[in-house]
């Protein structure tokens, strides 16, 4: 029996185990969403958010603890069928992704579950995304712009609409007027 043993074993030795787990995190980090089975996904959340709460700190200690956990992997993008070193992973966490959360007491990642399963061995596929990076927006926007009620919008369609009659009648009467003017 395996009690008070905590984490999963997927199937996976200690150190294959370490590997994915460093990768999965690596490839969040870099692309802020990943795609991946639900059991894979709720063993690196925990790792992604003690990983980001060191970022928040942004201090030297924090950031050789993070090397230590993770590695220190190049951010690598292709231009022109070139390779060109970005940044790397560490340099992300701590100047981007750290200072996205200082206000954020917790809760960096989400699951979302998707309706496709994985061909093989028939495994749920969820989505493992970093949160809050267009929250800031939505809020704003939120915020500043309010939704005019039915009644209202109902009204100024309805006040619309007798203008538009209104205005129609009023040419009628000037067209009848000037034609009787004329003879």
Not at 18 to 27: G, I, K, T, W, Y
């Amino acid at each position: 029996m395996r009690h008070r043993v905590a984490g999963r074993r997927l199937s996976r030795t200690a150190q294959h185990r370490l590997a994915m787990r460093r990768n999965m995190v690596c490839s969040l980090f870099e692309r802020e969403t990943i795609s991946t089975t639900i059991e894979k996904a709720k063993e690196v959340k925990a790792f992604a958010e003690k990983l980001i709460t060191l970022g928040k700190k942004g201090t030297l200690s924090a950031r050789r603890r993070a090397i230590a956990l993770l590695g220190n992997r190049d951010l690598i993008t292709y231009e022109d069928g070139r390779a060109v070193k970005k940044g790397t992973v560490i340099g992300k966490l701590f100047s981007e992704l750290g200072p996205r959360y200082l206000d954020r007491p917790g809760g960096y990642t989400r699951i979302i579950r998707l309706s496709l399963r994985r061909l093989g061995d028939n495994g749920q596929l969820v989505l493992l995304q970093l949160v809050g990076k267009d929250e800031g927006t939505k809020e704003q926007t939120k915020g500043t712009v309010k939704k005019p009620s039915r009644k209202k919008v109902k009204a100024t369609v309805e006040a619309e609409e007798v203008t538009e009659v209104k205005e129609a009648v009023e040419i009628d009467n000037q067209t009848d007027e000037a034609s009787d003017q004329r003879q």
